[in-house]
């Protein structure tokens, strides 16, 4: 079951902004486990570096590569260097992404340009350079990574209104672009995350209101997941693997909600 053996995995965004796991870093991580060569990109080398050393020293293999997924040509320079050193890419994750606050008055058109980028080009540029090879493999997986912010937004607190824009519209990417290649072979998924405790929302919160009160706002947190605490990077990452895996060859354009029943409720 989801043995990845003989794949080939590019996953972008694959470091992890602090210590520990982030969704992108736990994915290539398991990928690797379950046998799939991993070719892991980050915009951090520090990030993409300690990556590769947790996939070697379990005896995986992994490439790291340095890449600004939202500049296009640093993306087909990385896919390139993927096929060069691999001849193939057999699943895609499209991980990066990052949210900034602000509701449209509040935001400026500058944050407005570099959320969609980050968000939701960084998506299409992946999809861009890497279906042309999967299309002449005639096989490929895609799974894109959403979040729940894109569905449910705060009343009377933080409202991120450019991501949750550009996490709302990978359910329109993911669907169109696994129709334009339903016939080549290759699916297109994408995961809607919930409130995943990884790295980057500790160094966010840590940041922004201090060890005290970000201590207080975590266990706000885990309670208001209904079941009963909030996810982790390796929650992310076994739903990405599913998807990825030829375990879920009958699955296309749809999404797979991993929130621990957080969308489902509501106050009563
Ligand atoms: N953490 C959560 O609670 C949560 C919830 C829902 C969805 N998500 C989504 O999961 C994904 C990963 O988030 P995470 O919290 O695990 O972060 P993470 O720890 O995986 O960090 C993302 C990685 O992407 C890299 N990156 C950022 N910009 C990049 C760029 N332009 N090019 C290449 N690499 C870049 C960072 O350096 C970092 O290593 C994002 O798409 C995020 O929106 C996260």
């Known amino acids: 079951m989801l043995d990845l053996t003989g794949k080939i995995a590019l996953v972008c965004g694959a470091g992890a902004v602090g210590a520990g796991y982030g969704n ?12 799939a060569k991993v070719f892991g990109t980050d915009i951090n080398p520090a990030a993409i570096e300690d990556t590769r050393a947790i996939v070697e020293k379990e005896g995986g293999t992994f490439v790291a590569h340095v890449c600004n997924m939202t500049v296009a040509a640093e993306v087909k320079a990385m896919v390139d260097a993927c096929v060069k050193q691999f001849g193939r890419i057999d699943i895609l994750v499209n991980n990066c992404g990052g949210s900034a606050p602000g509701d449209p008055v509040a935001m400026s058109e500058e944050v407005w340009d570099t959320q969609l980028d980050l968000n939701l080009k960084t998506a299409f540029l992946g999809c861009k350079y890497v279906l042309p090879v999967m299309e002449q493999q005639g096989s490929g997986a895609i799974v894109n990574v959403s979040s729940v912010a894109g569905f449910a937004h705060r009343v009377g607190s933080r409202i991120d209104v450019a991501y949750s824009t550009s996490k709302s519209g990978l359910v329109g990417f993911t669907q169109s672009t696994a129709m334009a290649y339903i016939k080549k072979g290759i699916r297109c998924n994408l995961v809607i995350l919930g409130t995943m405790h990884t790295p980057l929302v500790e160094a966010r919160l840590m940041k922004q209101l201090g060890p005290k009160e970000a201590a207080e706002l975590v266990a706000k947190r885990h309670a208001a997941v209904p079941i009963g605490r909030m996810g982790d990077a390796w929650d992310s990452a076994n739903a990405i693997l599913f998807l990825a895996s030829d375990e879920a060859r009958y699955i296309t354009a749809t ?11 509501r106050p009563g």
Do not use: S
Not at 24 to 34: D, E, I, P, S, W
Not at 255 to 265: E, Q
């Open 255 to 265: 999404h797979l909600t991993v929130d621990g029943g957080l969308t489902a409720a």
């Open 24 to 35: 992108g870093k736990a994915t290539a991580v398991l990928l690797a486990r379950q046998g």
